[in-house]
């Protein structure tokens, strides 16, 4: 499984950004979809998940600006970003689970100017 993000980029605090990972190659079925955050020096951390079914969970710092998504038919995860931060600078990967297995994009910068 391949994984490919999108969307990321520079912007004012208190903007918006959306990010967009699409998933391709030996997909099956899909499981658990998420979005993580890494700054240098620092794990990499859960910003936000979600269910095949739709159930969502979100990193108590994004809970009520951050938003995520997926479309089950074209293999699509989505975080949309609003009212950010500059603590909300990092590298932003995404994340999907098929039969056990975690596989990762390779990381979109975002960085929110002061």
């Known amino acids: 499984v391949q994984l490919v993000e999108s969307g990321g980029g520079l912007v004012q605090a208190g903007g918006s950004l959306r990010l967009s990972c699409a998933a391709s190659?030996?997909?099956?079925?899909?499981?658990?979809m998420g979005w993580y955050r890494q700054t240098p020096g620092k794990q990499r951390e859960l910003v936000a998940s979600?269910?095949?079914?739709?159930?969502?969970n979100y990193a108590d710092s994004v809970k009520g600006r951050f938003t995520i998504s997926r479309d089950n038919a074209q293999n699509m995860v989505y975080l949309q970003m609003n009212s950010l931060k500059p603590e909300d600078t990092a590298v932003y990967y995404c994340?999907?689970?098929?039969?056990?297995?975690?596989?990762w994009g390779q990381g979109t910068q975002v960085t929110v100017s002061s």
């Open positions: 190659g030996s997909i099956f079925r899909i499981g658990a």
């Open positions: 979600i269910t095949r079914s739709g159930s969502t």
């Open positions: 994340n999907v689970v098929q039969w056990g297995t975690d596989y």
